[in-house]
């Protein structure tokens, strides 16, 4: 069964930063591209970047970009998001997932991620 | 900036059929854009009803269907039930790695 577990989720100050990580089993995790997609309270889920097998190929939505960095760690099953200079408008539960190209994704529960003073 | 667009809201009655769409502000949504379509309900993540355009994921019924509809894709429930009630979202692939999700849709059964 395919299992994502986020964590590092919590309290952050304006421009701190946050590292999330995704926990993948029941699958190949180096034969995957994987993405997060986050949801800010009460609103729509919005792509947030990619990340391709080997970790060599990334992307990102322009509302991160230069902030945020996927990355991914194939030895240990384990993909991440690091969040630097944060900003209240980063308030959302960050889902990690597999698959959301041309394939049947598959979602983690999610962590949510606050960002106040 | 193209912009993904999904009816904010709409209703269907218990039994019947509705038609959820998925377009772009700029242009025509194809197969190319692999278009998938999700299901969510408050507080639980995500459920995975349609993937590049037309196939359903593993378990869920075949009274959801998903096609491309003149230049939008398509979710469509046929005998609509209660449990339908949620809240539906779309997935483009824009190219250069971009995916772009649509702003959802309310689904009311009554």
């Known amino acids: 069964e395919v299992q994502l577990v986020e964590s590092g989720g919590g309290l952050v100050q304006p421009g701190g930063s946050l590292r999330l990580s995704c926990a993948a089993s029941g699958f190949t995790f180096s034969s995957y591209w994987m993405h997060w997609v986050r949801q800010a309270p009460g609103k729509g889920l919005v792509w947030v970047s990619r990340i391709n097998t080997d970790g060599s190929g990334t992307n990102y939505a322009d509302s991160v970009k230069g902030r945020f960095t996927i990355s991914r760690d194939n030895a240990k099953n384990t993909l991440y998001l690091q969040m630097n200079t944060l900003r209240a408008e980063d308030t959302a539960v960050y889902y990690c997932?597999?698959?959301?190209?041309?394939?049947?994704?598959?979602w983690g529960r999610g962590t949510l991620v606050t960002v106040s003073s | 900036q193209t912009v993904v667009t999904q009816e904010p809201s709409f209703s269907v009655s218990p039994g019947g059929t509705v038609t959820l769409t998925c377009g772009l502000t700029?242009?025509?949504?194809?197969?190319?854009?692999?278009p998938s379509w999700y299901q969510q309900t408050p507080g639980q993540a995500p459920r995975t009803l349609i993937y590049?355009?037309?196939t359903r994921s593993f378990g869920v019924p075949d009274r959801f269907s998903g096609s491309i509809l003149g230049n939008k894709a398509a979710l469509t429930i046929t005998g609509a039930q209660a449990d339908d009630e949620s809240d539906y979202y779309c997935?483009?692939?824009?190219?250069?790695?971009?995916?772009?999700f649509g702003g959802g849709t309310k689904l009311t059964v009554l």
């Open positions: 997932a597999r698959d959301v190209v041309a394939g049947d994704t598959h």
């Open positions: 997935v483009l692939f824009m190219g250069s790695g971009i995916s772009v």
């Open positions: 590049s355009t037309n």
């Open positions: 700029s242009g025509s949504v194809s197969n190319s854009n692999y």
